[in-house]
């Protein structure tokens, strides 16, 4: 069995940054994708930003401010984000999906962007 306990969500100012992480344990798997996505109040979850293998990709409201990365080692994903908008309050979740296509999720993180 998989687990992923996200850490590092919190209350940062507006214009602030944030690193989010998320590592996996539990049984040994082979991890090909690693994500983040959120889900602000009442909207749907949506993806923010994904890992698979060397290629990374970013959704539109938050290009050129974040940065996603893995530690292949560790089997630990990182979201760093900087210039953070009060739109960006969302409890965020990360995703991994083995070589073998099984999706396991994080339990998720508060990131709430207020003065």
């Known amino acids: 069995q998989v687990q992923l306990v996200e850490f590092g969500g919190g209350l940062v100012q507006p214009g602030g940054s944030l690193t989010l992480s998320c590592a996996a344990s539990?049984?040994?798997?082979?991890?090909?994708?690693m994500g983040w996505y959120r889900q602000g109040p009442g909207k749907q979850r949506e993806s923010v930003a994904t890992?698979?293998?060397?290629?990374?990709s970013y959704s539109d409201s938050v290009k050129g401010r974040s940065t996603i990365s893995r530690d292949n080692t560790k089997n630990t994903v990182y979201l760093q984000m900087n210039s953070l908008k009060p739109e960006d309050t969302a409890v965020y979740y990360c995703?991994?999906?083995?070589?073998?296509?099984?999706?396991?999720w994080g339990q998720g993180t508060q990131v709430t962007v207020s003065s």
């Open positions: 890992i698979n293998g060397p290629l990374t």
């Open positions: 995703k991994m999906v083995s070589i073998w296509g099984r999706q396991y």
């Open positions: 539990g049984t040994n798997v082979s991890i090909y994708g």
